[in-house]
């Protein structure tokens, strides 16, 4: 059985210039992980959301204030 995190996540490619798009807006991530797929996990504090590469958060994104 899949555990609510793992079902809410969701994956999305960073783009060029290290950006990537979620929920109508864009975030900038880092150039390093362009082309690259990350996950985008909700924590526990409504409208927070992690960015993960591979085992390693790299930021978190606030929906409330669209800033990373």
Same mark, same amino acid.
């Given at each position: 059985?899949?555990?609510?995190?793992?079902?809410?996540?969701?994956?999305?490619?960073?783009?060029?210039?290290?950006?990537?798009? @979620?929920?109508?807006?864009?975030? @900038?991530?880092?150039?390093?992980?362009?082309?690259?797929?990350?996950?985008?996990?909700?924590?526990?504090?409504?409208?927070? @959301?992690?960015?993960? @590469?591979?085992?390693?958060?790299?930021?978190?994104?606030?929906?409330?204030?669209?800033?990373?």
């Amino acid at each position: 059985r899949l555990s609510n995190t793992t079902m809410q996540t969701s994956c999305a490619r960073v783009r060029r210039h290290g950006q990537l798009s @979620f929920k109508g807006h864009d975030y @900038f991530v880092g150039e390093g992980l362009t082309d690259e797929h990350v996950a985008i996990r909700p924590v526990n504090k409504d409208g927070m @959301f992690q960015v993960v @590469f591979c085992d390693r958060e790299i930021t978190r994104i606030d929906l409330r204030s669209a800033k990373i």
